[in-house]
């Protein structure tokens, strides 16, 4: 992906050491709202190879008919949005330390009642004008912004692009899906909210999808 920057506090070791990577894109006011279960989640880095895994299920999915239609699409591109409105499936995530470009991979993997189950890959990089980017493939992205509201992490889309060498070229409007939210919430009893939300600026909400998972490790 290019020169992406590379924290300094490189793993060592066989286990998770202290990361300073999303605490660094909020302010310390804001850091400190979050639930400490959320900061531990975040503030972790995992040695090279090592994977962190959570499990749970897809507790609803909504999809209008333009949700679909732009679902399908996106397939294209990776196929980074739900495909399927099955509830009550299991689903796991599995988070990977990118010690090549200083990042991480993300897996998301969402079971269904019936067909073969929809696989999602991404990989977060701490880079670009915003500080945090999520890849789809090797030169498909979004940048994205953090922030803390009523004690949940909040991560925001604030542009598509497809990369070019170092530059970063806008998609044009009506190739994107609509604006992106992305919210985790802490639950309590190690168990934790993922909410996507998709809301296009003519179509209003296309994609909405919870699950609820907790560490497959406590």
Known sequence: MGALRKPQDQPAGGGAIGDLRFRSLLSMEEWNALPPQVRGRFSKRLANGVTVVYVGEVVETRMSRVGR???????????????????????????TEDVATGGQIWTRLYARKNGFPQVIHSAKCFSGRTGLEEYVTARVGMALTVHVEQDALVFRSAGYFVRVGERRIALPAWLAPGAITVTHAECGEGEFLFVLDVVHPRFGHIIEQIATFRDATP
């Open 69 to 95: 239609v732009f679902a399908q699409l996106a397939r294209l591109v990776g196929g980074p949005l739900p495909t399927s409105a099955d509830c009550g499936v299991p689903a796991v995530v599995t988070v």
